[in-house]
């Protein structure tokens, strides 16, 4: 039985259960490494969690060199979650084996259940009636997991290497989230916690979505939506999680159960629909995967601005003008400098500046040379009326990235400082820990840098209920 | 002067002399590693151009180990380009020694022209003058320079390390040039020429399109804009240019000279035009710069589609969904499959598949082996309603990619094929060489593969004259 609304403290805490396991039995293993038993297995030892892990098969005796248990009953400890690796009758047996020895939680890995038609959803039945009699809190089916980078806790059937930080990700699709934990890596976008939600047969998107707003670990959220049932509930809990939720929503219908999608104009209408809503009750909808991670990446590196005004400086016009377009179209405010800031600014350039000082602020060939380059920015980011720089430097091998110096600014005048370096991506994998780690999101492109500032200002107004306008 | 609509023929001519000269001269070159003229001359020989290539100072010995000639006239072989690395005033002079030279063609790197204001305008004039007075032709001023990749030839101040390729790119901006070069690198597109147009003082936008309309090395054109008054003679050039012209233009507008950008409302609004008569005349817009490197990918790695009717095959639902989702609210088809290619997909399955066959057509599990997604993809790439592929596959450590397989099947069907991987960058660059030189692009993210259908789709129906819808 699928859990009612309201009961959602119980669902939030077998999830945490779930996320959180002493010792994990994989049910199904096999030692084929084609198999899927196989591979989560293999996944579980290659990600390093800490725990006990126990291969189960009734007839194996052993598998990557350590022993296979015949049955659940057989091992020696209580067992608390189990990863279950076989088909989609099979996985109805399992869950009710697991209830039977005292495991409360589960992940049905198998496919073949509502997404296929009449035959599966009566199978869903079956399995939402065996974890229900038999007290198993599960995830899935139909999915490839879930990870909690914070234990290094595995359980899909890909061996991953995932950076560790605060984002946490909700995926309805186990392809896409995959695609997202790749990008991220190469992001270097730090992963807490991962889930593929799949068919939701025993927790909704609103009890993952209280899960993460709880969790400590999270800082931000991420959410993955083709369509759900439980929309309404989903977007009044995320109202409530003072965490930003990030939302990529594509404009498949509730209705279709297979991969059909309705035809562009129903769905751009009711994809509409959506967003309004998710911006009403303060989740942040992106357009991209791209989006979705350089959005995720400022909430989690960045402190947010004390309010909406954007300064933008570089040496190079290109860039800046790119990210104040792409500002200026979603309606954000790139205000004029004060007085004083252009007095001081003119007189950092001596007589005579070849260029007009404004903001966007270009402060051209005077800017690579890094100690000017602080200079100007100091006084720039300093300006009353500017609550968030986005600072621009072009890469020239003959000049270092003045990320000491920006790191300097950002700890004196107190305010966020996206940066954004548009270099080649070894270069800026080198740049980046530094500035990261001193609050300071890197993007080598100005339109990633757009976006972050657009998420720090939006989620800032939603806190601060200030108007953007 | 600036040259007369028309008068093109000569202006290519002119272009083309710059792009391929025997020797280069330095003018203004510099032994502080920090100055321009250094740099210029650096970035020179770290291209490895073979043509001879001369520094030139009124005082120095030597450079770099390299003779330096004390002015133009010493120089003991004729020059056919003159790169001038002196600031704006200096600069007039310099071209003026050039035409007394006998060399013909320059960069005029320095800025504090037009851009600055009124005393610029005048200096701007009187180096129109010089360069018509005394036969020379330029590129600039307030400009990078260009690179023309195919001979080593980078006459910017920044030593870049380019991949090669037929992908060329004019920019209005030095710094989102510069941008766009690092992502091309990064994602591997080749590069075969590349224009900082800057003031265009000398030649128009029109100038330079019809330049690599005609160059053989060019076989798909960027265009970066920011606003420009040739623009009705430009797109009626473009119209006449078979190769893909893809145009990444902000809101920026003409009567701003400096960074200024007009209001959102006036911006939004004209943007709008510029993109409705870009369309009409057959250039292709693109909305970020990761869309134009994927559309120039697309179009200087794969065949045209004779068609307009995309298939998307995957074994993981969720990227296909995502690509789906694009391409449908941009109004492209994603047709049904015919009867006989359900037969044999269903064939090829066996008894009781878990899932419906459709496209996009998600084949789950059954994809991992990559000889079986060869079969399905085979016969769906087949499907006489299907013009062009995008074919999808997750990578898991215990399987291969199925590149071979892919390039068999669009060598069998020739149709063209869109690769997409997503994968960590690492693995991409791996299976990126093969799987391009067989004429299929590679993305990491659904969005990008589905930014290069869109763009092959749009540009093959304009040379075809077809409709889309």
Same mark, same amino acid.
């Given at each position: +039985?699928?859990?009612?609304?309201?009961?959602?403290?119980?669902?939030?805490?077998?999830?945490?259960? *779930?996320?959180?396991?002493?010792?994990?039995?994989?049910?199904?293993?096999?030692?084929?490494?084609?198999?899927?038993?196989?591979?989560?297995?293999?996944?579980?030892?290659?990600?390093?969690?800490?725990?006990?892990?126990?291969?189960?098969?009734?007839?194996?005796?052993?598998? /990557?060199?350590?022993?296979?248990?015949?049955? @659940?009953?057989?091992?020696?400890?209580?067992? $608390?979650?189990?990863?279950?690796? /076989?088909?989609?009758?099979?996985?109805?047996?399992?869950?009710?084996?697991?209830?039977?020895?005292?495991?409360?939680?589960?992940?049905?890995?198998?496919?073949?259940?509502?997404?296929?038609?009449? !035959?599966?959803?009566?199978? !869903?039945?079956?399995?939402?009636?065996?974890?229900?009699?038999?007290?198993?809190?599960?995830?899935?089916?139909?999915?490839?997991?879930?990870?909690?980078?914070? *234990?290094? @806790?595995?359980? &899909?059937?890909? %061996?991953?290497?995932?950076?560790?930080?605060?984002?946490?990700? #909700?995926?309805?699709?186990?392809?896409?989230?995959?695609?997202?934990?790749?990008?991220?890596?190469?992001?270097? /976008?730090? #992963?807490?916690?991962?889930?593929?939600?799949?068919?939701?047969?025993?927790?909704?998107? &609103?009890?993952?979505?209280?899960?993460?707003?709880?969790?400590?670990?999270?800082?931000?959220?991420?959410?993955?939506? !083709?369509?759900?049932? $439980?929309?309404?509930?989903?977007?009044?809990?995320?109202?409530?999680?003072?965490?930003?939720?990030?939302?990529?929503?594509?404009?498949?219908?509730?209705?279709?159960?297979?991969? &059909?999608?309705?035809?562009?104009? &129903? +769905?751009?209408?009711?994809?509409?629909?959506?967003? $309004?809503?998710?911006?009403?009750?303060?989740?942040?909808?992106?357009?991209? #995967?791209?989006?979705?991670?350089?959005?995720?990446?400022?909430?989690?590196?960045?402190?947010?601005?004390?309010?909406?005004? *954007?300064?933008? +400086?570089?040496?190079?016009?290109? %860039?800046?003008?790119?990210?104040?377009?792409?500002?200026?179209?979603?309606?954000?405010? #790139?205000?004029?400098?004060?007085?004083?800031? @252009?007095?001081?600014?003119?007189?950092? =350039?001596?007589?005579?500046? %070849?260029?007009?000082?404004?903001?966007?602020?270009?402060?051209?060939? +005077?800017?690579?040379?890094?100690?000017?380059?602080?200079?100007?920015?100091?006084?720039?980011?300093?300006?009353?009326?500017?609550?968030?720089?986005?600072?621009?430097?072009?890469?020239?091998?003959?000049?270092?990235?003045?990320?000491? !110096?920006?790191?300097?600014?950002?700890?004196?005048?107190?305010?966020?400082?996206?940066?954004?370096?548009?270099?080649?991506?070894?270069?800026?994998?080198?740049?980046?820990?530094?500035?990261?780690?001193?609050?300071?999101?890197?993007?080598?492109? %100005?339109?990633?840098? =757009?976006?972050?500032?657009?998420? @720090?200002?939006?989620? =800032?107004?939603?806190?601060?209920?200030?108007?953007?306008?």
């Amino acid at each position: +039985m699928k859990r009612e609304e309201g009961s959602d403290h119980g669902a939030v805490e077998a999830i945490r259960s *779930i996320f959180y396991p002493q010792t994990v039995a994989v049910i199904g293993v096999s030692d084929s490494f084609q198999r899927v038993g196989y591979n989560l297995f293999e996944s579980l030892l290659f990600g390093g969690f800490k725990g006990n892990i126990y291969p189960v098969h009734p007839r194996l005796k052993t598998v /990557l060199g350590r022993k296979v248990y015949n049955s @659940l009953s057989e091992i020696p400890e209580k067992v $608390d979650l189990a990863i279950i690796g /076989l088909n989609e009758k099979a996985t109805i047996s399992a869950l009710k084996e697991c209830g039977k020895n005292g495991v409360r939680g589960a992940v049905c890995v198998a496919g073949g259940y509502r997404e296929i038609g009449e !035959e599966g959803e009566g199978l !869903e039945k079956l399995l939402q009636e065996a974890a229900s009699c038999y007290g198993v809190s599960f995830i899935g089916p139909n999915t490839l997991g879930f990870i909690n980078n914070e *234990i290094d @806790l595995n359980t &899909t059937f890909y %061996p991953l290497n995932l950076p560790k930080g605060s984002a946490s990700f #909700i995926s309805q699709s186990g392809g896409l989230g995959l695609t997202f934990l790749h990008q991220a890596a190469d992001a270097g /976008l730090g #992963i807490n916690k991962w889930i593929g939600a799949g068919n939701r047969s025993n927790f909704t998107f &609103t009890n993952y979505l209280s899960f993460l707003g709880e969790d400590e670990g999270t800082s931000a959220i991420g959410l993955f939506l !083709e369509g759900t049932e $439980d929309a309404s509930s989903m977007v009044h809990r995320a109202s409530r999680i003072n965490k930003p939720v990030v939302v990529y929503k594509i404009g498949r219908s509730d209705k279709v159960s297979s991969s &059909t999608l309705t035809h562009t104009g &129903t +769905m751009s209408g009711s994809y509409q629909v959506y967003r $309004d809503i998710f911006s009403q009750f303060g989740l942040y909808t992106v357009d991209t #995967i791209m989006e979705l991670i350089a959005s995720l990446k400022a909430f989690t590196v960045s402190a947010l601005p004390g309010g909406a005004k *954007i300064g933008i +400086m570089t040496h190079t016009a290109g %860039p800046s003008i790119v990210a104040a377009d792409m500002l200026y179209s979603r309606g954000y405010s #790139i205000p004029e400098l004060t007085e004083d800031t @252009l007095k001081g600014l003119y007189k950092i =350039a001596g007589e005579n500046p %070849p260029i007009v000082f404004q903001n966007p602020l270009d402060v051209a060939g +005077m800017g690579f040379e890094t100690g000017t380059f602080k200079d100007y920015l100091e006084l720039f980011a300093g300006d009353p009326g500017v609550d968030l720089v986005l600072a621009i430097y072009c890469q020239h091998k003959n000049w270092r990235f003045p990320s000491p !110096e920006i790191i300097q600014v950002k700890e004196k005048v107190k305010k966020p400082i996206i940066a954004c370096y548009p270099s080649p991506g070894t270069l800026l994998e080198k740049e980046r820990p530094l500035l990261e780690c001193h609050g300071i999101p890197l993007f080598g492109t %100005p339109e990633e840098a =757009a976006w972050a500032a657009s998420a @720090l200002v939006e989620h =800032a107004a939603r806190l601060g209920g200030r108007s953007l306008t």
